[in-house]
């Protein structure tokens, strides 16, 4: 099964390109699941969610819709007392409700493979055991065999990308190592990666067909190797997410 959906629904500059103009904020995602039965959302990065804010998630949410969630910037990035147990309970709702696809580990590019590191690894999956995870590498040191069959070992998923040829970053290599096969469409904009003023100056990116059909025997691999393959598109900005996914829609059916 291939779902796909948006990395995050929530922005202004979707007012007039994926929104109307006159919607009340508060139907946006209502309105998003009329497009898509899945999405990522990246706020539980930022900050752990009350149980009152999960519980409006999935009220507002059709029963077979389902949301991956960003783990905790203190679970990836600071590391240095990682409250899991916090993390896991605000999901409960989600859990309760079965709309709880996967947690999505980012780490940052400074997060390099190396005894600790990987020893972390461990630390996250008991700390989330209860979750099917999936893990996104921004350093390219990790694409390693040794690296795949530790996941493998210890069911977590790795999370497949497509971003910019720039050295240091994740090639578009494709593996399933656990239940959860995992794509992130970041966008192309190899000029804008690193210098930037603006954080979605990144991801302002309009994928062209012949890049996206680059995707599709990749995703019948995926596909084929797990139950449940999700394909996320973070180049959100004005939408262009929206776009990226309706030309690969297209493209999957053209393939069928």
Not at 183 to 201: D, K, L, S, T
Request: charged letters at 25%; a negative charge; glycine letters at 6%.
């Amino acid at each position: 099964m291939i779902r796909m959906g948006t990395s995050g629904f929530s922005y202004d500059d979707w007012i007039g390109t994926v929104y109307p103009q006159d919607m009340p904020r508060n139907q946006w995602l209502p309105f998003y699941t009329t497009l898509f039965d899945t999405v990522e959302l990246n706020v539980t990065y930022y900050r752990i969610p009350s149980w009152k804010v999960v519980k409006g998630w999935v009220d507002r949410t059709p029963q077979e819709f389902v949301f991956t969630v960003k783990a905790h910037r203190g679970l990836t990035h600071e590391r240095k007392e990682p409250d899991f147990a916090s993390y896991s309970a605000s999901l409960a709702p989600l859990v309760e409700a079965g709309k709880l696809a996967c947690v999505l580990a980012q780490f940052p590019h400074s997060f390099r493979p190396n005894p600790v590191n990987r020893d972390y690894l461990l630390t996250v999956r008991e700390g989330l055991l209860d979750f099917p995870v999936v893990v996104e590498f921004r350093n390219s040191a990790w694409v390693s065999e040794e690296t795949f069959a530790l996941l493998e070992s210890h069911n977590l998923g790795f999370c497949c990308v497509d971003e910019p040829n720039l050295k240091g970053l994740m090639p578009s290599v494709v593996r399933a190592t656990g239940p959860v096969a995992y794509v992130r469409f970041h966008g192309r904009n190899a000029e804008r990666w690193w210098q930037h003023e603006h954080a979605w100056e990144r991801y302002d990116y309009t994928y062209e067909e012949p890049e996206l059909a680059e995707w599709i025997p990749k995703l019948r691999t995926l596909d084929s190797a797990a139950p449940l393959t999700l394909v996320y598109a973070n180049n959100h900005y004005r939408g262009q997410s929206v776009d990226t996914l309706r030309k690969l829609e297209s493209l999957l059916v053209g393939e069928a």
